[in-house]
């Protein structure tokens, strides 16, 4: 069966977003995507009208599968709010992001949007929508409810933060993220 046949839109996707985390927009282009999957320019046109439609499929994506059913497998894996932090954790330091290009992306996702004011939108959608569910899971876990998105720009913040640190383990990330949790929560973690 000729590879074209095989591949499917999210090959294409997942593609690109590893041309952007790797050379920024400029890099998602058909022919070096296709280069990178080693198909035909051509076999690109089976799921996609133009480089265009491409991204708005990556985009697309990156709002359902990054934050809306992480969202879910959050809510589903857990009842309890302080169970719910863990979980959120346990998959934003997991390696999920290895086939979209690594931890990175997302940064470069940013960036993207700092560049395209259609591509912001998006963004600031997906960070709103981020931000109100962290601060949900922190009130639900008891933090003190004027506080909460506060807690939650700060616990989000250094998610974003700590992924751009050079050096730094996806364990150790882990960790540190579980310690600001304990903090946030009012409670003094374990060693202090």
């Not at 920024?24 to 280069?35: D, F, H, K, L, M």
């Not at 004027?146 to 960790?175: F, V």
Request: proline content about 3%; some cysteine.
């Amino acid at each position: 069966m000729d590879r074209k046949n095989t591949l499917a839109p999210e090959d294409w996707i997942k593609a690109a977003f590893r041309a952007l985390g790797q050379g920024g927009p400029q890099a998602i282009r058909v022919e070096a995507i296709a280069r990178d999957l080693s198909v035909s320019k051509g076999s690109f046109y089976w799921h996609f009208k133009d480089a265009r439609a491409l991204k708005r499929a990556m985009l697309e994506h990156w709002q359902r599968v990054a934050t809306f059913e992480a969202i879910a497998k959050v809510e589903h894996g857990a009842d309890e709010g302080r169970a719910q932090l863990a979980a959120l954790i346990e998959l934003a330091t997991g390696g999920q992001s290895a086939d979209y290009g690594g931890p990175k992306i997302e940064a470069a996702i940013r960036d993207w949007g700092r560049a395209d004011p259609g591509v912001a939108r998006i963004v600031e959608k997906v960070e709103a929508t981020r931000l109100d569910f962290v601060a949900g899971l922190l009130c639900k876990a008891g933090a003190d409810k004027g506080g909460c998105q506060q807690r939650a720009r700060l616990l989000y913040g250094a998610m974003i933060g700590l992924e751009q640190l050079p050096g730094i383990s996806r364990e150790c990330i882990r960790t540190d993220l579980n310690w600001l949790v304990r903090r946030l929560l009012g409670e003094a973690p374990a060693g202090q």
